[in-house]
C-alpha cells in the first residue's frame, strides 16, 4: 500500500529550539496538508496545498510557523521558536485532485509527529 | 464557513449490538461528507464518503452513513459492532469548491464492551 511518510515520529525538544517536521505524501499527490491534534482543539487545519502552491494557512500562527514544498516529493512544517503551547501530534495528509474537478479526494494520512516543548 | 459537531464524546456498546455514532454539519452548498477511523498511535484512516447519490453509503469494515439533507445529519452506523471496532471516529465536512480542506469535528470514541 502507498503510503504518507512522516518524520520524526516523535521529538522532544526545549523551548525556543527550532523544529522542522517532514512530509514524504503519496507518489502522484497533488494536494497535501497538515493537521494538528490536541485534546483540546481536536483536528486543526495548518496548511493546504495543491500543485506545491500554498491554497489555505489560515489556520497556521504565521509568527512561528511555516511550511513549505520544495518539491512535489517533500512538504515541510517548522516552527521557530518552539513554545510549550506546540505539544501536539503533528500529521501530513495527501489526496489527488483531477484537473477541473472539484475532486472529493480521499485523504491518505501518515502516522504523525508527536511533539513535545519543555 | 463549514463546521461539524459529534454531540457525543463517547459511545458505549456491546459487542454484536448495532451503533450509532452521530454527526451533523454546515456548510456552503453542497457537502462532500467523510467518516474517518483513528487508531491509537495511529493516523486517521479513510472509512466512508459522501458525495452525491444514495443516501446510504457504504464502507469499510461494515460501516454506512446515511445522509439526511434536511437534517444536516450524516451518522455512521454498523448493524453489529466488533470489539476491535473500538476507536476514535471523526466525521469531516468540506464544501463542493475544492478551494476549501477538510473541516473536522472533535472525534467520538467508540467503546465496544466484549
Known amino acids: 500500500d502507498a503510503r504518507v511518510t512522516q518524520t520524526p515520529r516523535h521529538k522532544v525538544t526545549e523551548m525556543g529550539q527550532e523544529v522542522t517536521m517532514r512530509c514524504q505524501p503519496i507518489?502522484?499527490?497533488?494536494?497535501v496538508f497538515w493537521y494538528r491534534q490536541t485534546m483540546m482543539q481536536g483536528l486543526e487545519l495548518l496548511a493546504y496545498?495543491?500543485?506545491?502552491?500554498?491554497?489555505?494557512d489560515s489556520g497556521m500562527p504565521k509568527d512561528r510557523f511555516s511550511a513549505e514544498m520544495p518539491d512535489a516529493t517533500l512538504a515541510t512544517l517548522k516552527i521557530q521558536p518552539s513554545e510549550p503551547r506546540d505539544s501536539a501530534v503533528y500529521f501530513c495528509?495527501?489526496?489527488?485532485?483531477?484537473?477541473?474537478?472539484?475532486?472529493?479526494?480521499?485523504?491518505?494520512f501518515g502516522a504523525g509527529s508527536r511533539l513535545t516543548v519543555l | 464557513a463549514q463546521s461539524v459537531a459529534q454531540p457525543e464524546d463517547q459511545v458505549n456498546v456491546a459487542e454484536g449490538n448495532p451503533l450509532t455514532v452521530k454527526c451533523t454539519y454546515s456548510?456552503?452548498?453542497?457537502?462532500?461528507l467523510f467518516w474517518y477511523v483513528q487508531y491509537p498511535n495511529r493516523g486517521l484512516q479513510f472509512l466512508l464518503k459522501?458525495?452525491?447519490?444514495?443516501?446510504l453509503v457504504k464502507g469499510s469494515y461494515g460501516f454506512e452513513a446515511e445522509f439526511n439533507k434536511s437534517q444536516t445529519s450524516f451518522h455512521l452506523k454498523k448493524p453489529s459492532a466488533l470489539v476491535s471496532d473500538s476507536a476514535l471516529y471523526f466525521c469531516?465536512?468540506?464544501?463542493?469548491?475544492?478551494?476549501?480542506?477538510?473541516?473536522f469535528g472533535s472525534g467520538t470514541r467508540l467503546q465496544v464492551q466484549p
Open positions: 496545498f495543491r500543485n506545491r502552491a500554498p491554497l489555505d
Open positions: 495528509a495527501s489526496g489527488l485532485v483531477v484537473s477541473g474537478s472539484s475532486g472529493a479526494n480521499v485523504l491518505t
Open positions: 459522501y458525495i452525491t447519490g444514495d443516501n
Open positions: 507518489l502522484g499527490h497533488n494536494t
Open positions: 456548510v456552503s452548498g453542497n457537502p462532500y
Open positions: 469531516a465536512v468540506r464544501d463542493d469548491t475544492g478551494r476549501r480542506a477538510l473541516t
